[in-house]
């Protein structure tokens, strides 16, 4: 199957800075690319879906200023979480999805990310 | 909204007992339902799916079909694997391409 790489996979920082989570397609190129976000015990939560050349697509109280996406070339997209506070700590995951329909996302192994 | 709800976890078996994680949703319209696991280290990955009540879906074992009078989505297994062991995500989409997901059910396998 298709293949997805995140980087890092675990990330501890201060309050207060940023950090950039990559998400790379290593087979095939994808125009579209999702986020998500997963709080222990719950679920995946939708974020944004990354259009490569365009703005991505925020679902409803995601905070664009907040979590930065950039989807630059069809094989790489990256999440900035800035000014990241304690509360941001979360396990981010990506996906990309290859031909159209819901069971053609392939996703990565997530980045688990700890705001002290 | 649409929603997904399954069984809490975690679920501890024995090698070879019988499987049941149990998945009901709600939704407007007729989604596609899916099961996703997650193996320890690994990203989701997508392990059956039904896009219509009454289909089921299958893979390694794996079954579950989609009951629309019960809105549900249940997965079995007859016979479990240590290997088996991991997170599973009942999921839905309801017409494209984006997908709701479960809160993940952890399965311990025991030799």
């Known amino acids: 199957g298709a293949v997805v790489s995140q980087h890092p996979s675990w990330v501890i920082c201060k309050s207060g800075t940023s950090v950039k989570i990559e998400c790379r397609s290593l087979d095939f190129q994808a125009t579209t690319m999702f986020w998500y976000r997963q709080f222990p015990k719950q679920s995946l939560m939708l974020m944004a879906t990354?259009?490569?050349?365009?703005?991505?697509?925020?679902e409803q109280g995601v905070e664009k200023d907040k979590f930065l996406i950039n989807h630059a070339s069809l094989t790489l997209s990256t999440l900035t979480v800035t000014s990241a506070h304690p509360e941001d700590s979360s396990f981010y995951i990506c996906s990309k999805l290859t031909s159209g329909g819901a069971d053609t996302q392939y996703f990565g192994p997530g980045t688990r990310l700890t705001v002290l | 909204g649409d929603s997904v709800t399954q069984m809490e976890g975690p679920v501890t078996l024995s090698e070879e007992a019988f499987l049941t994680i149990n998945c009901t949703y709600t939704?407007?319209?007729?989604?596609?339902l899916f099961w996703y696991v997650q193996y320890p280290g690994e990203g989701l990955q997508l392990l059956l799916k039904a896009t219509k009540a009454d289909d089921k879906g299958s893979n390694k074992g794996f079954e579950a079909t989609y009951r629309k009078e019960t809105t549900s989505f249940h997965l079995e297994k007859g016979s479990v694997q240590v290997s088996d062991s991991a997170v599973y995500f009942c999921?839905?989409?309801?017409?494209?391409?984006?997908?709701?997901f479960g809160k993940g059910t952890r399965l311990h396998i025991l030799p």
């Open positions: 999921a839905l989409s309801p017409s494209d391409d984006k997908i709701i």
């Open positions: 990354s259009n490569e050349g365009s703005k991505a697509t925020y």
């Open positions: 939704a407007t319209g007729y989604p596609s």
